[in-house]
């Protein structure tokens, strides 16, 4: 007996697909992905209607996808990010139903609960054997862990393996078990590499992007945070980075050890592991081939799965064990509130993956953003949408001096006393206010396209359409 | 202290915005090099609004003007003395004439002004074989030149020499430039390192700039600022020992001896001197300098 099935659309027939299911995929792929598209085409062909897409990322790639909400085919997002180009399709209104947004440790919390139920999922895996035993380091669509597949893959009615390279069984290791497994198609092509994984990620090499990393770096070291066991997580955006590379000589210097790197991890954190800046990788996504090799060959890099990385509802989650966090934004307000679900037009071009979730879990969360961008402060006095709640952001970091949340003093006396510059928030709004002016304000009015549910599962913002 | 100047291209918005925030002790804003001949005009009000509209805090402002004989030379300095720059850079200065007529024409630009005379300071720059045999004469031309900058660049060029990153070709430049500034009692700034990427060259080519007396060095890329500010800074190791020879040499004065040693090493004036020099340097930089009872 296997669980081969010959094509996709057999699979689909298989596990019953009918208008009005909850199909899920993950975004493992990137935008290399080609799962969703295959499976959404099918659909089409088959004349479902009235799905609802249940995705831990969407990103430009899938664009197809605004063809078959259209076309009725999908009536439903629930997602934790979107690129631009669906954001703006679902911000000019193309939905009916909101989108419900969820953040990466929230949605396989209501999955692991049942509060989200999963008809068919859809995992894309780059490797896999007959009886559905999958991981992300084989083949040629590797993308080393699944971690945003796992609650899908345990819970969802159905759940299907995709694969465009097959493996005797059984295929070691298993990221996806074959207890939960219910066929698998192989496919010509899952992915396209070049949008997975982007090769190498770069660190900026903008002045200013530098000097807000250099900022961060001294902020970490003067938070009384870095102490042997030191935990971090960074985004993979070129200013995130580029703290690494500040933070390392610090380490160096104080002869600190860390205990782990986690979340989406890049080269730069492969290289603090082997170097033995730390002793251990959590990886939820790997987001470049370095990542990728070292989760496959170093057992000292190991793949989590969201709920473990971030749930709120797990019995503990590794955000909650993690020190320092740096994240990005788009806009920040006074209350230290950020947003990085739309653009500073209301917009919609992003989500918060990991972003409420471990600033909630890190002993510190930290913003780090230019001043202004374009001609717009960064700083305002409401954000356009909440994606974080200030209540849990502890410093915001610019070019020209860092903020510190009024509800940690101690925390900017010790950044004072570090020689760092200091200011109100205010004051950094401001400044930047001097150059810029201050901006007219811009809020969409229109009918409500998405809301944002907390981890905790309030509903913390709704986004309109523009218009 | 003026460790770093860095170059800020005066067409370029963004780099205007963001100038101050690198950490250099001054900033060259260019209109020579770094803008073509048809945008003179916009870089000239770029810049001044950049100085009108922005702070740039405890950075010196320094403004590189196009060279005499260049027909943007009178326009620059009537378009650059109102901003009240601490400094302007004439460019290929070659002699102590090109100081009198720039000062000449900077005076009459401060009198239109309603400025007080000699207020805008002169460094100029010397990147041509007779600038770099005049270094004593340009540096003691006027009270206006606070220091002279050596630009290897051009320089190489007008030497017919071959340009190389080990800087040998320069090396008579270097010591002629230190050695004309020391006498005529002015600071000097090297010519900046132009490989972006090669962190470790520029850290070494500072340090040898340092070593031979240069006092700071110009940066062409804001990455290369805390490297500079680096070299040209007193280490701990410095600081700790001009503590111990200030210490000998009052221990020694309390009991009246002419003559003291530290760890078998007699400390001479010169000794001294430097120690003063140190934490001179380590107080303005907020390093710690002297130790106050």
Known sequence: MNKMIGSLREAMEACQLRDGMTLSF??????????????????????IKGLTIQASSLFDVHAPLIDHIKSGVVTGIETNYMSGRIGRAVSEGVLQKPVRFRSHGGRPDAIDTGRVHIDIAFIAAPAADPMGNANGVAGPAACGSLGYAMSDARHADRVVIITDHMEPYPLMPASIGEENVDMVVKVDSIGDPKGIVSGTTRITRDPVGLTIARYAAQVIEHSGLLKPG???????????????????????????????????????????????????LMDVQCFDLRAVQSIRDNPRHQEVSATRYASPGAR????????????????????????????????????????????????????????????????????LCVTTPGDTVDVLVTQRGVAVNPARPELRDALKQGGLPVFDIGELKDMAERVTGKPALVRPQGRVVAEVEYRDQRIIDRIHSMG | MRRTMMFVPGNNPGMLLNADVYGADALILDLEDAVAPGEKDAARVLVRNALRAFDYGSAEIIIRINPL??????????????????????TKVAGAEDIHAVSAMILEAERANGLPEGSVGLIPLLETAMGIENAYHIA????????????????????????????????????????????????????????????????????????????????????????????????E?????????MAVIQEGERLGRGAVSLRGKMIDKPIVDRARRVLDAAEALGLGGYEHE
């Open chain 1, 26 to 47: 993950h975004h493992h792929l990137r935008n290399g992905d080609q799962v969703l598209n295959q499976v959404l085409a099918q659909a089409a062909q088959m004349g």
């Open chain 1, 230 to 280: 030191f935990s971090f997580q960074t985004g993979a955006g070129g200013a995130s980075l580029a703290v690494t590379q500040y933070l390392k000589p610090i380490m160096k210097r104080l002869g600190v050890t860390g205990s782990f790197g986690l979340g989406g991890i890049t080269g730069y954190l492969v290289d603090m592991l082997e170097e033995g800046y730390f002793t251990s």
């Open chain 1, 316 to 383: 503990t989650a590794a955000v909650n064990s993690l020190d320092v966090v740096v994240l990005g934004a788009t806009e920040i307000d006074t209350g230290f509130n950020v947003n990085v679900h739309t653009d500073s037009n209301g917009v919609i071009m992003g989500g918060s993956g990991g972003h409420s979730d471990t600033a909630a879990g890190a002993k510190l969360s930290m913003i780090v953003a230019p001043l202004f961008r374009a001609r717009l402060p960064i700083v305002v006095d409401k954000v």
């Open chain 2, 69 to 90: 004989g260049t027909p943007f030379i009178e326009d620059d300095i009537r378009a650059v003395v109102p901003l009240k720059p601490a400094m302007i850079m004439p």
């Open chain 2, 140 to 235: 003691t031309a006027d009270p206006r030149v606070k220091a002279i900058f050596l630009g290897a660049e051009d320089l190489s060029s007008d030497l017919q020499a071959i340009r190389s990153k080990e800087n040998h070709e320069i090396l008579y430049a270097r010591g002629r430039v230190v050695m004309a500034a020391r006498a005529a009692g002015v600071d000097c700034y090297d010519t900046p390192f132009t490989d972006v990427n090669d962190d470790e060259g520029l850290a070494q080519d500072a340090a040898f700039a340092r070593a031979i007396g240069f006092t700071g060095k110009a940066v062409i890329s804001p990455r290369h600022v805390p490297a500079v500010n680096e070299a040209f800074s007193p280490s």
């Open chain 2, 237 to 245: 190791q410095d600081i700790a020992y001009a503590r111990e020879v």
